[in-house]
């Protein structure tokens, strides 16, 4: 009698790797926003999940909610921040700090989606895949600075460097027993409409654990 009921593949603990992709569908290369995508990590904590069945325990309709935190850690001894007019231009850390270490630009999301889920029966389990559409509200953004001066010290600058309060993309997810993996793209910009640079950020990576 489970088997009749659909199952959905959402909640769960996820970590991956971000980084930004250009108008052109490039990875960005526009010097002071080049990021160590090892070092870049993104991290979703999909606390709820809810799933309804089209009337067969093989395809259903996914949502659910999550919180998203996304590292960018640039490449270089730089930071960002914003001007007059609420562009984002390069923020030359190498005059102010010695001994830098890392600089990284940290956004927080309450995330939601709404995806189509397949199951496939492969044995006694399932693969499933789903694709839809996820949306964010933006809750926090920060810089921070780790430098040596004396031992380690950090510097932390809280602001909303021209982000956009809502974001929206697609995703898609593909999972069988405990490999399971998802991408996000989000086709908004990573900052306000009016604001440059126009970067489109994205994530890749695994579900670690399943709720």
Same mark, same amino acid.
């Given at each position: 009698?489970?088997?009749?009921?659909?199952?959905?593949?959402?909640?769960?603990?996820?970590?991956?790797? &971000? &980084?930004?992709?250009?108008?052109?569908?490039?990875?960005?290369?526009?010097?002071?926003?080049?990021?160590?995508?090892?070092?870049?990590?993104?991290?979703?904590?999909?606390?709820?999940?809810?799933?309804?069945?089209?009337?067969? +325990?093989?395809?259903?309709?996914?949502?659910?909610?999550?919180?998203?935190?996304?590292?960018?850690?640039?490449?270089?001894? &730089?930071?960002?921040? !914003?001007? /007059?007019?609420?562009?984002?231009? &390069?923020?030359?850390? +190498?005059?102010?700090?010695?001994?830098?270490?890392?600089?990284?630009? /940290?956004?927080?999301?309450?995330? /939601?989606?709404?995806?189509?889920?397949?199951?496939?029966?492969?044995?006694?389990?399932?693969?499933?895949? *789903? /694709?839809?559409?996820?949306?964010?509200?933006?809750?926090?953004?920060?810089?921070?600075?780790?430098?040596?001066?004396?031992?380690?010290?950090? !510097?932390?600058?809280?602001?909303?460097? *021209?982000?956009?309060?809502?974001?929206?993309?697609?995703?898609?997810?593909?999972?069988?027993?405990?490999?399971?993996?998802?991408?996000?793209?989000?086709?908004?910009?990573?900052?306000?409409? +009016?604001?440059?640079? !126009?970067?489109?950020?994205?994530?890749?990576?695994?579900?670690?654990?399943?709720?």
């Amino acid at each position: 009698k489970s088997n009749k009921k659909f199952k959905p593949h959402y909640g769960g603990i996820e970590l991956g790797l &971000n &980084n930004f992709l250009t108008e052109d569908y490039t990875l960005a290369n526009q010097g002071f926003m080049n990021l160590n995508t090892g070092k870049s990590w993104n991290f979703n904590l999909n606390f709820l999940e809810y799933g309804l069945g089209l009337g067969t +325990s093989y395809v259903g309709l996914v949502t659910g909610m999550g919180f998203e935190w996304s590292n960018y850690v640039f490449d270089a001894n &730089n930071s960002i921040q !914003e001007d /007059a007019t609420g562009n984002i231009i &390069n923020r030359d850390l +190498s005059t102010v700090y010695t001994g830098i270490t890392k600089s990284k630009l /940290a956004t927080t999301y309450l995330t /939601a989606p709404l995806l189509l889920e397949f199951q496939i029966p492969a044995g006694k389990k399932r693969i499933h895949l *789903s /694709a839809g559409v996820i949306g964010g509200l933006k809750l926090g953004s920060k810089t921070k600075v780790k430098y040596q001066d004396g031992g380690k010290q950090k !510097e932390v600058f809280k602001d909303d460097f *021209s982000l956009s309060p809502f974001k929206y993309g697609v995703t898609v997810r593909i999972g069988y027993r405990a490999i399971n993996l998802f991408a996000n793209y989000y086709i908004s910009p990573l900052f306000g409409e +009016s604001a440059s640079p !126009e970067l489109y950020p994205f994530s890749v990576g695994l579900n670690l654990l399943s709720f």
